[in-house]
């Protein structure tokens, strides 16, 4: 397929190895932190309601268009305003508010992927299989439950247990540094689950890419190509945490 990067003219596009979207074949992402409008700018300038309006409209012409909505939930309490600049690494803290934005979302989605912590948020709960089972009801779509070293589960259809989906196993491995772990766990997983493949292999992916992410120095030029993944799966690695 033909690969075609969209820039921004950043700087540090070629630096970091960033493109503002990419396209494959049918498959088109797109990177950015803000909403962008028609013309290629920012919607809403610094108002996140204007932003938030932006978003919930996209994922409308998305549906009716018969597109994929994917949402990783990938929760910061910090940029919530719930905790300050120097707690950029609190991974949890409950908020009414902040579960009741995320289930309108939810509700809208095809694909919804998490840590625990973030599957509590997104479920405004305190246990983990309530919180999976409050989502669920919410809404049909496949949920992802990252859980770190311990591998994956998916998802489809009713939850009875924490280990009642697909369980994709983890890679123990030395880890240098966790950045970029879940966007690598991101990468692996749709690379399966955009092209059809069963959810162990998806899975399986998935676990591979953040593994090979957190054992490397740097974050998104330290993403493994899909070559590099398969020689892993084949042939592991000696070095354990």
Same mark, same amino acid.
């Given at each position: 397929?033909?690969?075609?990067?969209?820039?921004?003219?950043?700087?540090?596009?070629?630096?970091?190895?960033?493109?503002?979207?990419?396209?494959?074949?049918?498959?088109?992402?797109?990177?950015?932190?803000?909403?962008?409008?028609?013309?290629?700018?920012?919607?809403?300038?610094?108002?996140?309601?204007?932003?938030?309006?932006?978003?919930?409209?996209?994922?409308?012409?998305?549906?009716?268009?018969?597109?994929?909505?994917?949402?990783?939930?990938?929760?910061?309490?910090?940029?919530?305003?719930?905790?300050?600049?120097?707690?950029?690494?609190?991974?949890?803290?409950?908020? &009414?508010?902040?579960?009741?934005? *995320?289930?309108?979302?939810?509700?809208? +989605?095809?694909?919804?992927?998490? #840590?625990? =912590? @973030?599957?509590?948020?997104?479920?405004?709960?305190?246990?983990?299989?309530?919180?999976?089972?409050?989502?669920?009801?919410?809404?049909?779509?496949?949920?992802?439950?990252?859980?770190?070293?311990?591998?994956?589960?998916?998802?489809?259809?009713?939850?009875?247990?924490?280990?009642?989906?697909?369980?994709?196993?983890?890679?123990?491995?030395?880890?240098?540094?966790?950045?970029?772990?879940?966007?690598?766990?991101?990468?692996?997983?749709?690379?399966?689950?955009?092209?059809?493949?069963?959810?162990?292999?998806?899975?399986?992916? &998935?676990?591979?890419?953040?593994? *090979?992410?957190?054992?490397?120095?740097? +974050?998104?030029?330290?993403?493994? #190509?899909? =070559? @590099?993944?398969?020689?892993?799966?084949?042939?592991?690695?000696?070095?354990?945490?």
């Amino acid at each position: 397929m033909t690969r075609r990067n969209i820039s921004s003219g950043s700087k540090y596009e070629p630096i970091i190895g960033f493109s503002r979207a990419v396209r494959i074949g049918n498959i088109i992402a797109v990177g950015g932190s803000a909403p962008l409008g028609p013309d290629g700018k920012n919607v809403g300038g610094d108002d996140p309601a204007a932003q938030k309006r932006a978003c919930v409209e996209a994922i409308r012409i998305a549906r009716e268009n018969g597109r994929k909505v994917i949402f990783d939930i990938d929760y910061r309490p910090n940029l919530w305003g719930l905790a300050g600049h120097g707690a950029g690494d609190a991974r949890y803290i409950p908020s &009414a508010e902040v579960s009741a934005r *995320l289930r309108k979302v939810l509700a809208q +989605c095809d694909l919804i992927v998490g #840590t625990e =912590e @973030e599957i509590l948020i997104g479920a405004g709960e305190s246990d983990l299989l309530k919180a999976l089972q409050a989502i669920r009801a919410n809404s049909t779509a496949t949920i992802v439950l990252k859980r770190g070293p311990m591998g994956c589960v998916v998802y489809d259809g009713a939850i009875t247990t924490i280990e009642a989906g697909v369980v994709g196993r983890g890679f123990p491995i030395e880890v240098y540094h966790v950045l970029g772990a879940g966007d690598a766990f991101m990468s692996g997983f749709l690379r399966g689950w955009l092209r059809g493949e069963p959810h162990d292999v998806s899975a399986t992916w &998935a676990n591979a890419c953040g593994a *090979l992410t957190v054992s490397r120095l740097l +974050c998104s030029p330290e993403s493994a #190509t899909f =070559e @590099e993944l398969q020689f892993f799966l084949k042939n592991g690695s000696p070095f354990r945490a």
